[in-house]
Each structure stands twice: as structure tokens, then as C-alpha cells.
């Protein structure tokens, strides 16, 4: 390790990439070291200050994607661009008898549906900011340090990122046709192996996408759980297949420490297509630019580090993804 670079040091870490002869715990407390070195006091850390900012940005934006993929790269294309490039993507019309639209966020949160007519796909951004409040004698008690900034900081851009696909995929809701929705107060199997059924006949299987919340209620027709499925609500909380579709679970977390309300809104799974090319994903996500870090100093002398992230996500509708709604969650 000490021929590398912090940086790399540091995407090595959150990219959990040990290099040979080391653990994850090593490389982890070299990280911490060396970010201590830059702020042992508050006169090294405003001395260092830009470098760190740098180095948080750097890292920010090497692993920040990597992880929203893993998040929701079974069904969305998650492209970066740099500052001002226009963000395209790339429409493939593989599948047949397919109606295809896209929903895109106007002024004042409307959600718009427009015809296609064209092979690509546009995505407008716009900068979303997200805060950490820390005391610096936080630092300097090793109560936080700067890896932990980093991981709120990459924590709140995927929940943003997470928060606006799910809003726009739940803005599709009333304009799918009835084959591709269901609702209720309850979850009705019968009711979500219809809409699976829908989407497998586009080819391939399907998959469930839903909140932690959502995926506990799902419960075969018949009552009787198999020994996988005891197993899988022993150690998850939910059943992992329903149906011959897998059920995937999105994190969920609470918009402040009052843990009253979510960021994701727990009443919805989505049900989509396996496979398929990048080109055929029904969300398309855009990363435009730098991450923008910066410290405010407030009058009791804690600071505020604010991110700022340009972030856009338009949903291809078409009619081989449904939407299951459960009124009965909170």
C-alpha cells in the first residue's frame, strides 16, 4: 500500500478492492491514517483543506456510479457525462408490439408523457445538494472522520437517484394499460402472478422490484411456504422468488433522524423484464459533471459540508413493465 496514491487508496476502499497480501480492514485503517494526516488539527485541515475537498469529489465520482448500478442496474442504463454534454442515450426497438413513450418531470413536478420520435432518448439534469453536519472536534476525537463524510455523502446522491426513478416510474401508474397494473389493500397473488404473466410474454422472465415493505407481504395463493422460502424469511424478512420471478429489494432509509417519513414510498413494486440489452432498460439515469463539495461554517461552529450532484432520469414507457400498488402500506 505505500505505493499508492490516496486516491486510489480510497477508491480502492469503497470499491472494497484489496490488493494482494492485505485485507479490507487494512486498507481501511491506512485510509483513516491518511485522512488524519491531512486534518490532525484544524490548522492542518485548513491548510489541506482543498485537497481533501478534491479528493472527496474524485472519489465521489469514480464510485458513486458503480454503486447505483448495483442498486438498480437490473433495470436501469446509468450513464455519466461531463459538464454541459448533452445526455443521450440510445433506444433499441427489439421488441415487438411495443407502445413506447417516455415520462420526463416538468416544471412545478408534473410528470409529462411524449410520444417518441426518434432512436434517442434525451435526459435533462438538474443539481440536487445534500448536507452533513459535523462537528470538527469530531475529527480530531476520531468520532467521525472523512471516510465516513464520504460515505454519507455517496449514500444520499444513490437515495436522491433512487427517490426521483421511483417517483417517475410511479408518475406511469395511471396511463399503463390494465393488463400492466393491479391495486388493492391487500396483496393478492393472483393479481401479481397476472401482471408477471403479462411481462413474461415479452420474452425472457420478470423481475419484482419493490421496498423492503412491500416484498414482506408477498405470500404464495395457497398459504403453504416451501423450506427455501422459510429460509429466505429467516434470514431477509421476504421470500427471494415468487412465481418463478425474482424478488429484488431497493434500500430503503428515512429523509431526517425523526424516522417518520421514508424516502421511498413503500406501496409500489415494479415489475420488469429480464435481460435485454443496456439499450432496452426502461430507465435511463444521467450523472452530468463534477461531484461539488464546499464547507459552511455556522455560528456555533460546527460545519455544514454540502454536495451538490447533477442528476436526470427519464422512464421509457412502454407496455412490458407493470406496476403492482398496495394501498394497505403506509
Given at each position: 500500500m505505500a505505493d499508492m496514491t490516496i486516491k486510489q487508496l480510497a477508491v480502492a476502499v469503497y470499491k472494497k478492492q484489496a490488493p494482494t497480501n492485505f485485507s479490507l480492514n487494512d486498507m481501511e485503517g491506512a485510509l483513516r491514517d491518511k485522512f488524519r494526516e491531512l486534518?490532525?488539527?484544524?490548522?492542518?485541515?485548513r491548510r489541506n483543506k482543498i485537497e481533501i475537498f478534491e479528493l472527496i469529489e474524485q472519489v465521489i465520482d469514480e464510485v458513486a456510479p458503480k454503486k447505483i448500478i448495483e442498486a438498480i442496474g437490473m433495470f436501469a442504463e446509468v450513464k455519466t457525462y461531463g459538464q454541459g454534454e448533452r445526455a443521450r442515450f440510445k433506444r433499441k426497438l427489439g421488441r415487438n408490439n411495443v407502445r413506447r413513450f417516455i415520462t420526463r418531470v416538468g416544471l412545478g413536478g408534473i410528470y409529462e408523457r411524449v410520444r417518441l420520435d426518434s432512436?434517442?432518448?434525451?435526459?435533462a439534469t438538474h443539481a440536487?445538494?445534500?448536507?452533513?453536519?459535523?462537528?470538527?472536534?469530531?475529527?480530531?476525537?476520531?468520532t467521525m472522520d472523512f471516510t465516513d463524510l464520504v460515505n454519507l455523502i455517496i449514500d444520499g446522491i444513490e437515495y436522491k437517484i433512487l427517490e426521483e426513478v421511483q417517483a417517475a416510474l410511479i408518475a406511469t401508474f395511471n396511463g399503463l394499460p390494465a393488463?400492466?397494473?393491479?391495486?388493492?389493500?391487500?396483496?393478492?397473488?393472483?393479481?401479481?402472478?397476472?401482471?408477471?404473466?403479462?411481462?413474461?410474454?415479452?420474452?425472457?422472465?420478470?423481475?419484482?422490484?419493490?421496498?423492503?415493505?412491500?416484498?414482506?407481504t408477498i405470500t404464495p395463493a395457497s398459504g403453504f411456504v416451501g423450506d427455501p422460502d422459510k429460509a429466505d424469511m429467516r434470514n431477509q424478512g421476504y421470500i427471494g422468488r415468487f412465481e418463478g420471478a425474482n424478488v429484488i429489494v431497493l434500500p430503503q432509509s428515512f429523509t431526517d433522524s425523526s424516522n417518520t417519513t421514508k424516502v421511498l414510498n413503500p406501496q409500489f413494486a415494479f415489475i420488469v423484464p429480464t435481460g435485454g440489452t443496456e439499450d432496452e432498460k426502461i430507465v435511463k439515469v444521467a450523472l452530468e459533471g463534477?461531484?461539488?463539495?464546499?464547507?459552511?461554517q455556522n455560528a456555533d461552529d460546527s460545519m455544514e459540508f454540502q454536495a451538490y450532484k447533477k442528476i436526470g432520469s427519464n422512464i421509457l414507457f412502454t407496455n412490458y413493465f407493470a406496476v403492482y400498488k398496495n394501498t394497505a402500506l403506509q
Amino acid at each position: 500500500m505505500a505505493d499508492m496514491t490516496i486516491k486510489q487508496l480510497a477508491v480502492a476502499v469503497y470499491k472494497k478492492q484489496a490488493p494482494t497480501n492485505f485485507s479490507l480492514n487494512d486498507m481501511e485503517g491506512a485510509l483513516r491514517d491518511k485522512f488524519r494526516e491531512l486534518a490532525s488539527d484544524f490548522n492542518t485541515y485548513r491548510r489541506n483543506k482543498i485537497e481533501i475537498f478534491e479528493l472527496i469529489e474524485q472519489v465521489i465520482d469514480e464510485v458513486a456510479p458503480k454503486k447505483i448500478i448495483e442498486a438498480i442496474g437490473m433495470f436501469a442504463e446509468v450513464k455519466t457525462y461531463g459538464q454541459g454534454e448533452r445526455a443521450r442515450f440510445k433506444r433499441k426497438l427489439g421488441r415487438n408490439n411495443v407502445r413506447r413513450f417516455i415520462t420526463r418531470v416538468g416544471l412545478g413536478g408534473i410528470y409529462e408523457r411524449v410520444r417518441l420520435d426518434s432512436d434517442y432518448v434525451d435526459v435533462a439534469t438538474h443539481a440536487y445538494g445534500g448536507a452533513a453536519y459535523v462537528e470538527f472536534e469530531q475529527f480530531l476525537d476520531g468520532t467521525m472522520d472523512f471516510t465516513d463524510l464520504v460515505n454519507l455523502i455517496i449514500d444520499g446522491i444513490e437515495y436522491k437517484i433512487l427517490e426521483e426513478v421511483q417517483a417517475a416510474l410511479i408518475a406511469t401508474f395511471n396511463g399503463l394499460p390494465a393488463a400492466n397494473k393491479a391495486s388493492g389493500a391487500a396483496f393478492d397473488a393472483a393479481e401479481m402472478r397476472r401482471l408477471i404473466t403479462t411481462i413474461k410474454a415479452y420474452g425472457g422472465n420478470a423481475n419484482i422490484i419493490c421496498t423492503p415493505e412491500f416484498a414482506g407481504t408477498i405470500t404464495p395463493a395457497s398459504g403453504f411456504v416451501g423450506d427455501p422460502d422459510k429460509a429466505d424469511m429467516r434470514n431477509q424478512g421476504y421470500i427471494g422468488r415468487f412465481e418463478g420471478a425474482n424478488v429484488i429489494v431497493l434500500p430503503q432509509s428515512f429523509t431526517d433522524s425523526s424516522n417518520t417519513t421514508k424516502v421511498l414510498n413503500p406501496q409500489f413494486a415494479f415489475i420488469v423484464p429480464t435481460g435485454g440489452t443496456e439499450d432496452e432498460k426502461i430507465v435511463k439515469v444521467a450523472l452530468e459533471g463534477q461531484t461539488v463539495v464546499k464547507e459552511v461554517q455556522n455560528a456555533d461552529d460546527s460545519m455544514e459540508f454540502q454536495a451538490y450532484k447533477k442528476i436526470g432520469s427519464n422512464i421509457l414507457f412502454t407496455n412490458y413493465f407493470a406496476v403492482y400498488k398496495n394501498t394497505a402500506l403506509q
